[in-house]
């Protein structure tokens, strides 16, 4: 199972991202997804998770309200809208796939972690 996020950058402080994470493999339509991110001299940090069907998702208090995730089980893709972004949104940001079907916030139940995309917001 392979993981590949992409559309990070650089962006203005309050302007909008779209990343993506497409699966590979077998595992992704009966398993949740998460977004989660690690700054610079940070932990990695939850930040967003759904279930399988999406039709339940969690975020972390940080990104409520200017983030959604979203997945296309027909594409083996999940998303992550960003907008209203901040200089404190500035990380890594790391999708994985978990081992349960629905969404969760904490890394231990993520079985599948992909390589990372940079997000900078300048201020």
């Known amino acids: 199972v392979q993981l590949q996020a992409s559309g990070g950058g650089l962006v203005q402080t309050g302007g909008s991202l779209r990343l993506s994470c497409l699966a590979s493999?077998?595992?992704?339509?009966?398993?949740?997804m998460g977004w989660f991110r690690q700054a610079p001299g940070k932990e990695r940090e939850f930040v967003a998770a759904i279930n399988w069907r999406g039709g339940s998702s969690l975020y972390s208090d940080s990104v409520k309200g200017r983030f959604t995730i979203s997945r296309d089980n027909a594409k083996n893709t999940v998303y992550l809208q960003m907008n209203s972004l901040k200089p404190e949104d500035t990380a890594v940001y790391y999708c994985a796939a978990s081992r349960l079907s629905y969404g969760s916030k904490t890394q231990g139940d993520f079985r599948f972690w992909g390589q990372g995309t940079l997000v900078t917001v300048s201020s």
């Open positions: 493999g077998r595992i992704f339509s009966n398993n949740g």
